[in-house]
C-alpha cells in the first residue's frame, strides 16, 4: 500500500510517498527558512502564509516523483501536532479535504513520534527491534522515551526549559553565526578544541530530564567577559566556544540515554530529530555506546530533519494496526 504523508509543523511544506511503511519512493521538502533568516528564528506567520501557497505544488510533485496518481494512495497520513498552530492547520486541512473528495483514509500523526520512526526508513533490513530508547532532539522536542511498539510510546523525561536544538540556535545567536544555529555551530566546532572551555549543564532533579538554559547563559557570559565577540574571533576563542559547547550538550544528551537504556535494560537506541544530523553526535554516540554494548541507530541525515516520509512511514504502520482518524481531527500539542 502506498501511503500519501503532510508535514507543516515548522517552517516546511513537505509531501511524501512511502511503499509499505518502509520504502520512500518519493520525498518533497519546500522550506521557507530563507525568509525567516533576517529575523533570527521562524516568524509564525510567514511561514504559515508560504505554505498556503506551497502545499499543493508539493503535494503534486510529491505524486509526480513516485509516477503515482491520488488514485494509488490507501492512506492519508499528517502531521497533526505539535506545531506552529498556524502552519499544522495548513497542512491538516488540506489531507482532510483531499481524504474527503478522494474517499481515502486519513490519520494524524504526532510529530515527534514521528522523528522515532524515521529510523526504521529505506534501512535495507537493518531496523530498530522493539523495545528500545528513542532520544528526539530537535529545535522544539528534547526527549526521552520507552517505545514498546509503534503505538506504545512511554515518555521517559524531558526538557524543563530550552530544546537542544533550541541552545544551538541561542547559542549560535551570541556568537553572530545567524540562523539555523545547529549546522553553524557544527561547522566551526569542527576546528575547535571541545575541550578547552570548562562549560557545564544544569543538574536536574530527575535525571532522565534536561536543562539547556543553563549553558546557553554561561555561554553569554563567558563571550561577555571577552568584552566582545570581534575579539573572540580575534582571539580564535570563537572555534573553542563553539567545540565546547557541543561536546557538553552532547556528552549529557548520551550520558542520559545511556542511564535510560540501563534503567529499561535494552540495549538499542534511537535517535532522531533536527540534532540528530549532526556528524560529530553520530560520531560520540558511536564511541561512547558501543563500550556499553548499546547499538544506536541513525536516521539517513536529511531523514533527520522534518520531513513527510517519515509520517507516511508511521502513518502506515498504525493504520495496518487498525488506527483510523476522521474529519473531526484537530490540530493538538500533545
Ligand atoms: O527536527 P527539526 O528539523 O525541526 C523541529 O522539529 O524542530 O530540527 C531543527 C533543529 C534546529 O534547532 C537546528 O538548529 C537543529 O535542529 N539542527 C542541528 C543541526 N542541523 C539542524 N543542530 C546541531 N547540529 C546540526 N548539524
Ligand atoms: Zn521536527
Redesign the pocket.
Known amino acids: 500500500m502506498y501511503a500519501l504523508g503532510i508535514e507543516t ?2 517552517d ?1 511544506t513537505a509531501a511524501a510517498v512511502v511503499y509499505k511503511g518502509s520504502t520512500i519512493v518519493s520525498n518533497v521538502v519546500a522550506s521557507s527558512l530563507s525568509l525567516h533568516k533576517e529575523y533570527g528564528g521562524v516568524i509564525p506567520e510567514i511561514a504559515s502564509r508560504m505554505q498556503l501557497e506551497a502545499i499543493i505544488p508539493v503535494v503534486s510533485g510529491a505524486l509526480r516523483n513516485a509516477k503515482k496518481h491520488i488514485r494509488d494512495i490507501g492512506l492519508i497520513s499528517v502531521t497533526s501536532g505539535p ?1 506552529l498552530l498556524g502552519s499544522l492547520i495548513v497542512g491538516l486541512s488540506f489531507a482532510k479535504a483531499l481524504s474527503a473528495s478522494q474517499a481515502i483514509p486519513l490519520l494524524g500523526i504526532n ?1 515527534v513520534y514521528s ?1 522515532i520512526f524515521a529510523s526504521f526508513l529505506d534501512q535495507k533490513g537493518k531496523v530498530p527491534r522493539f523495545p528500545f530508547v528513542a532520544l528526539i ?5 528534547t526527549n526521552l522515551f520507552y517505545v514498546k511498539g509503534f503505538d506504545r510510546i512511554e515518555l521517559l523525561g524531558g526538557t524543563l526549559d530550552d ?4 541552545a ?2 541561542k547559542v ?1 545567536k551570541i556568537l553572530g553565526l545567524g540562523y ?4 553553524a ?2 561547522l566551526l566546532a569542527r576546528e575547535g578544541n571541545p575541550r578547552s572551555i570548562p562549560f557545564n549543564c544544569s543538574r536536574t532533579k530527575a535525571p532522565l530530564d534536561f536543562s539547556f538554559s543553563g549553558i546557553k547563559t554561561a555561554v553569554l557570559y563567558f563571550v561577555r567577559t571577552r568584552k566582545s565577540i570581534a575579539r573572540a574571533a580575534h582571539r580564535g576563542l570563537l572555534r573553542d566556544i563553539a567545540a565546547s559547547f ?1 561536546e557538553t550538550v552532547f556528552r549529557v544528551l548520551i550520558e542520559k540515554s545511556m542511564a535510560a537504556c540501563r534503567m529499561k535494560n535494552v540495549k538499542t537506541l534511537v535517535v532522531g ?3 540528530a ?3 560529530r ?1 553520530r560520531k560520540m554516540s558511536e564511541i561512547l555506546l558501543k563500550q556499553s554494548g548499546i547499538r544506536v541507530f541513525f536516521p539517513g541525515r536529511s531523514l ?3 520531513n513527510a516520509a517519515m509520517v507516511a512511514g508511521l502513518g502506515y504502520h498504525l493504520y495496518t494496526r487498525g488506527l483510523r482518524s476522521d474529519l473531526y481531527l484537530n490540530v493538538g500539542q500533545d
Do not use: K, R
Not at 530544546?163 to 533550541?166: S, V
Open positions: 509543523s515548522c516546511e506545531g510529530h522523528h532532539v530537535s529545535g522544539g522536542h530544546a537542544a536544538g533550541e544551538f540556535d549560535a539555523p544555529g545547529g549546522p555551530i557544527e557541543q530529530g533536527g540534532v544530523s549532526n556528524n553526535l533527520s530533519l522534518d
